[in-house]
């Protein structure tokens, strides 16, 4: 089983930058796909990015295209999340997961196909 630890959270002002980790360990090679999620107060957990497994194919929502890029380091299995230019309603609990199924497309990616879960990393934007 994939075991996920999210990183790199914190508080920034609008405009700011921060990049997200998500290490990756056990039996890394059972997932399909990797993603990165955000849960705000009293909202539904939202999809922000994937990216397959194998190969680096990319999706992000519309939200976040232009501003975030998503990125793998397979020689540590860690996947990264930069986040540019970052607005108050960025924040959020960010959480990576695994899939087993190919599930990182339009209309695919959602976090109820997604079943392996970190435990997610706060991200605040705030002047």
């Known amino acids: 089983q994939v075991q996920l630890v999210e990183s790199g959270g914190g508080l920034v002002q609008p405009g700011g930058s921060l990049r997200l980790s998500c290490a990756a360990s056990?039996?890394?090679?059972?997932?399909?796909?990797i993603g990165w999620f955000r849960q705000a107060p009293g909202k539904e957990r939202e999809s922000v990015s994937c990216?397959?497994?194998?190969?680096?194919?990319?999706y992000y929502v519309d939200d976040v295209k232009g501003r975030f890029t998503i990125s793998r380091d397979n020689s540590n299995d860690t996947v990264y999340l930069q986040m540019n230019n970052l607005k108050p309603e960025d924040t959020a609990v960010y959480y990576c997961?695994?899939?087993?199924?190919?599930?990182?497309?339009?209309?695919?990616?959602?976090?109820?196909?997604?079943?392996?879960w970190g435990q997610g990393t706060q991200v605040t934007v705030s002047s």
């Open positions: 990216i397959t497994n194998p190969g680096s194919t990319t």
């Open positions: 056990g039996v890394t090679s059972d997932y399909q796909a």
């Open positions: 997961a695994t899939t087993k199924w190919p599930v990182c497309g339009a209309y695919t990616y959602t976090p109820e196909l997604y079943d392996n």
